[in-house]
Nanobody, 114 residues
């Protein structure tokens, strides 16, 4: 089993920045793919994924150039640096880990508003 705990969400003004963190614990393999999703309404959408080598193998076009995914394999953590935030980025952000099974964190709320 793998447990994921996100942190770093909050309220920010348009144009601001936030950095989300996700800590994985349990039976974690460094070879697992880690990623971030977000859900504003009904559908959960993929934002970015990163391989164990630290290469972002997917970044959604809606956040490309503004969001950066990174990971620290030694600490089993994945990060999402979010810059130039827009109201449309408001959502619950979920950490995801895939290695044999699909694991999810509990989510962290990001609200972009004046």
């Amino acid at each position: 089993q793998v447990q994921l705990v996100e942190s770093g969400g909050g309220l920010v003004q348009p144009g601001g920045s936030l950095r989300l963190s996700c800590a994985a614990s349990g039976t974690v393999s460094m070879f697992g793919v880690m990623g971030w999703y977000r859900q504003a309404e009904m559908q959960r959408e993929l934002i970015a994924t990163i391989t164990y080598k630290g290469t972002a193998n997917y970044v959604d076009s809606s956040v490309k150039g503004r969001f950066t995914i990174s990971r620290d394999n030694a600490k089993n953590q994945v990060f999402l640096q979010m810059n130039n935030l827009e109201p449309a980025d408001t959502a619950v952000y979920y950490c995801n880990y895939v290695w044999g099974h699909n694991y999810w964190g509990q989510g962290t709320q990001v609200t972009v508003s004046t």
